[in-house]
Structures are given as C-alpha cells and as structure tokens.
Antibody, heavy 119, light 110 residues
Framework: EVQLVESGGGLVQPGGSLRLSCAAS????????MNWVRQAPGKGLEWVSY????????YYAGSVKGRFTISRDNAKNSLYLQMNSLRAEDTAVYYC????????????WGQGALVTVSS | QSVLTQPPSVSAAPGQKVTISCSGS????????VSWYQQLPGTAPKLLIY???KRPSGIPDRFSGSKSGTSATLGITGLQTGDEADYYC???????????FGGGTKLTVL
C-alpha cells in the first residue's frame, strides 16, 4: 500500500525556518517524481515545487522561489521541503504528492502537515 | 487568480447530472493532459480523472472527463450526497514550467 507521511509542521514566527519531511513507503520511491502542494485555510490547492526522480531537475512556484528548497534522499525514501524566510501567507497545509508522469498527475497524496506562520 | 478558471460553485439535485468546466490556455490545457481531483471536507485530495478522461481503479463510471482545445470538463451523473466536495483541475504548464490548479469548484447536492 502506498503511503506518504508528512512531518515537521508547526508554529513558526515570520522570518523563521521550518523543514518538512515526507516518508514514502509501499512503492519504489526512487522511480517517481514528487511534488509539494499546499492549501491555505479555506482556500484552494497551490502547487509549490517539483523534483524529478533523480533530484537533478527542480521547479518552484514563483511565490516560494528563493525561499524554499525541495530535496530528496532516495536511500531513505524521503522527500523534504526546507522553508526559509517564512511569511504569514505561507500558512497552509502542505501535502506531499506522488507524480505518476511528471506532468502533475498526482496519484497519491499524504495526509498533510500544517504550517502556521504567526507571531 | 488561478491560471486555470473554474466556476466557484455548482449545484444539482440527487440523481441529476452536473458538469464542471476548467478553462486554460495553449501552454497548459492545450498542450498537456488534464487531471481532476476530489477533496471531501477535511481530507486530502484524491485523483478522480487523469489523462483528460481516464478513471483510476475504484472510481465509478459516474465520473467522466473530456477536453476540447484549451478547456476541460468534469461530468458527474447520478449525483449522490456523498459527492459533495471541492473539485479541482490540475495540469503542468509547459511554457512556465510550473504546476497549476484551478481555483476549485464546490459541489452542492441539494
């Protein structure tokens, strides 16, 4: 059974940093592209970042470029999102999302990790 | 303002049919496959339709998808109260090299 389990969410002050992790199981993690997708409270889905299976092709949404860093460790079946210079508008549930084709065809989603940026 | 445009809400009676539109451009819908996601209240999204019109295993054939030019449509027949959810279209924008979702459509089954 495919499982994606996010961790590392919490409350952080504006300007602070946080690192999200996503533990993958039930499939060959190293064969799949991955994404982070977020959802602000009461709002719609927003794509955040993409990383290919080898970790050498990466894309970011304009709203997080220069502040967030996506990475992966295929030996540990893990995906990460390092978030720096956090702003109130980054408050959201962050989903780890498996991409079947690399065209944002997300076939599995994690349960989400809540990140709250507030003083 | 999302790159993909969806109506904010649609509604219909149980047993009826509803369609949800998703309008984009030549760099996204016009050039790639569309996916649709269902998000029930308080849960993570779930893949409903992929490659414009294909259903993952376990998705009933009451759900269908189509694409024409730079627009896509999700259709749901035989509406049930359990279909009340938010529905999102999503796609990769080849020109911008970013993923994009529609703003979401809230379905109410009256």
């Amino acid at each position: 059974e495919v499982q994606l389990v996010e961790s590392g969410g919490g409350l952080v002050q504006p300007g602070g940093s946080l690192r999200l992790s996503c533990a993958a199981s039930g499939f060959t993690f190293s064969s799949y592209e991955m994404n982070w997708v977020r959802q602000a409270p009461g709002k719609g889905l927003e794509w955040v970042s993409y990383i290919n299976s080898r970790g050498n092709i990466i894309y970011y949404a304009g709203s997080v470029k220069g502040r967030f860093t996506i990475s992966r460790d295929n030996a540990k079946n893990s995906l990460y999102l390092q978030m720096n210079s956090l702003r109130a508008e980054d408050t959201a549930v962050y989903y780890c999302a498996r991409d079947r084709t690399g065209d944002l065809l997300v076939d599995y989603w994690g349960q989400g990790a809540l990140v709250t940026v507030s003083s | 303002q999302s790159v993909l445009t969806q109506p904010p809400s649609v509604s219909a009676a149980p047993g009826q049919k509803v369609t949800i539109s998703c309008s984009g451009s030549s760099s996204n819908i016009g050039n790639n496959y569309v996916s649709w996601y269902q998000q029930l209240p308080g849960t993570a999204p779930k893949l409903l339709i992929y490659d414009n019109n294909k259903r993952p295993s376990g998705i009933p054939d009451r759900f269908s998808g189509s694409k024409s030019g730079t627009s896509a449509t999700l259709g749901i027949t035989g509406l049930q109260t359990g279909d009340e959810a938010d529905y999102y279209c999503g796609i990769w924008d080849s020109s911008l090299s970013v993923g994009v979702f529609g703003g979401g459509t809230k379905l109410t089954v009256l």
